[in-house]
């Protein structure tokens, strides 16, 4: 016998605030202006060389290495200037002066750790990096999605407090689509920076996702529309790739240089 819950109806979604679908109703967008020509990824040399992320060996053993001879010469400077344990020290302050005296002995530990860190780091780095960009190559041909990027005017919440956010929309969309989603975006926004508490409603229920669909706000016919958290410099060519496949919550995304 199913149990009362299976019975139950689903609730339909929670409308978000401002009503954007019907902002998407009455959104016209004039005479749609032609899309500009995206950039071919299918080549994995197209790709190295617009979108892979750079290789990270140099500057990661570096870092290591800064690090680690920071607390080299903080464990010789612990160790050269350490005080002499007097006969008065009792108790607390005997194992505090203690910790004082020998605590370089950890710090020499770490700065081991850090410079032993560095070569391997690199060699790491620079043995993964090349079949982690064929990857992710196959991961953008597979289900990537190269979209055209726009300021957004509007933040959302990020792991650091307020991020700017972009939108985003797919290449492969008619001009017209296109360009009634940015209309939608547009005005919604501007409804939103009218009405701070309806604005606060839709950061909380949005969170820290980083990529959510168009179809989400306006409907289905929204599909391909993409508002995106992205802090960095607003370029006009952006590679959603979902991670893992089907995901609606984590996405790689790339910037592409063109």
């Known amino acids: 016998m199913e149990s009362a819950a299976h019975n139950e109806p689903m609730r339909p979604p929670q409308p978000w605030p401002g009503d954007p679908e019907a902002i998407w ?10 899309r500009p020509v995206p950039p071919d990824l299918t080549a994995f040399e ?27 010469v903080w464990a010789v400077l612990s160790f050269a200037f350490a005080p002499e344990p007097t006969e008065s020290d ?31 780091a690199y060699r790491k780095e620079r043995r993964d990096h090349p079949r982690e ?17 726009f ?8 792991s650091n407090g307020w991020s700017k956010a972009v939108i985003g929309v797919d290449a492969r969309l008619d001009p017209a689509t296109a360009a009634r989603i940015r209309r939608a975006f547009r005005d919604w926004f501007a409804y939103l920076r009218s009405d701070d508490a309806a604005a ?14 168009a179809a989400e706000f306006f409907g289905p016919e929204a ?12 370029k006009p060519w952006m590679l959603l790739v979902p991670d893992p496949p089907n995901s609606s919550a984590s996405w790689e995304l790339i910037t592409i240089d063109a």
């Open 90 to 120: 009792r108790g607390v302050v005997a194992a505090i002066m203690f910790g004082v005296r020998w605590h370089w002995a950890a710090v020499l530990v770490a700065a081991v750790w850090f410079l032993a860190s560095a070569p391997l």
């Open 133 to 149: 960009v064929r990857e992710l190559h196959a991961a953008a041909t597979d289900r990537g999605v190269v979209a055209e990027v």
């Open 25 to 34: 109703a009455a959104a016209d967008p004039g005479e749609p202006p032609p």
């Open 200 to 213: 606060r409603k839709v950061r909380n229920r949005h969170g820290e996702r980083e990529v959510r669909s």
């Open 223 to 234: 599909e391909g529309g993409y508002l995106i958290r992205h802090d960095l410099a607003v």
């Open 46 to 72: 197209d790709f190295e060389r617009l979108a892979a992320p750079p290789e990270t060996a140099k500057s990661s053993a570096i870092t290591l290495g800064v690090i680690g001879t920071v607390f080299l």
């Open 151 to 158: 300021p957004a005017g509007f933040k959302v919440l990020g």
